[in-house]
């Protein structure tokens, strides 16, 4: 990475605690990531457990890759520089079965892209409103299990 920063791993995929909210995120390695088949079934698992996976920018195109946005609507990086293909085209032309949009966040219900790494605070936020409704959802069945 520039600058000398080092980001080093806590887990592996098969010691990866369990995660509320999964979140893949953008940069150059996505051309690496969508050909990675460890990747996409780690996430296959996780989508399956009823992680929700959400992505930053580029992110999105591993989601893709993996098959976690087919028939669903996404969003990725949309501005660039010239000559670079513009992610949302990039999106579109590879994974055909998934509907590309430029938006802030698309909420797909249990996976969530978003378009650019300002739009990280309004990621936060539906993040978290994802987490409330699980919440409210859990506070809900518990008092109904227990009579209330």
Partial sequence: ???GLRVQNDFSF???????????TGGTSWRNEIDNPKMHAWLKQRHARGEVISSVRTGA?????????DSKRTTTKAPVASP????ITT???????TDAVEA??????DIATGGSVTRGTQRSIFSSAIL??????????????SGM
């Fill in 14 to 24: 098969a010691d990866a605690p369990v995660a509320d909210v999964v979140v893949v």
């Fill in 104 to 109: 802030l966040v698309v909420d797909e219900g």
């Fill in 84 to 87: 670079e293909e513009r992610p």
């Fill in 132 to 145: 409330d409704r699980r919440c409210a959802t859990r506070v809900a069945v518990n008092r109904a299990l």
């Fill in 61 to 69: 195109m591993v989601l893709g890759a993996a098959g976690l946005l």
């Fill in 1 to 3: 990475m520039q600058n």
């Fill in 91 to 97: 999106m579109g032309r590879l994974y055909s079965t």
